[in-house]
């Protein structure tokens, strides 16, 4: 069994900061890319940004300059620091994490966490 748990999202205004955290959990050999995953109501998840095991990182061309992915390999966490937060950034962020274990190679996901971004 893998669980990832988020943490970190709630409310905060225009021009904001909010870092979350994404932990994973139980039988785990390795992860290999990591990564954070957004919903907004109405529209289909997203990518948001991954990182590979080495810590090289990607984004999704809206949130570059303002969010910043990383993770702590010996602490199985992730994190993603996002500044100067807009309105369109709100949704459910996910993480997601392609994790080994002695049964199977596969993508896990969190349950998500709330980000809203509002005056």
């Known amino acids: 069994q893998v669980q990832l748990v988020e943490s970190g999202g709630g409310l905060v205004q225009p021009g904001g900061s909010l870092r979350l955290s994404c932990t994973a959990s139980?039988?785990?050999?390795?992860?290999?890319?990591m990564g954070w995953y957004r919903q907004a109501p109405g529209k289909q998840r997203e990518l948001v940004a991954r990182?590979?095991?080495?810590?090289?990182?990607n984004y999704t061309d809206s949130v570059k300059g303002r969010f910043t992915i990383s993770r702590d390999n010996g602490k199985n966490t992730m994190y993603l620091q996002m500044n100067s937060l807009k309105p369109e950034d709100t949704a459910v962020y996910y993480c997601?994490?392609?994790?080994?274990?002695?049964?199977?190679?596969?993508?896990?996901w969190g349950q998500g966490t709330q980000v809203t971004v509002s005056s």
């Open positions: 990182i590979t095991s080495g810590g090289s990182p």
């Open positions: 997601n994490a392609d994790v080994r274990t002695l049964s199977r190679f596969g993508p896990y």
């Open positions: 139980g039988s785990i050999i390795s992860i290999n890319d």
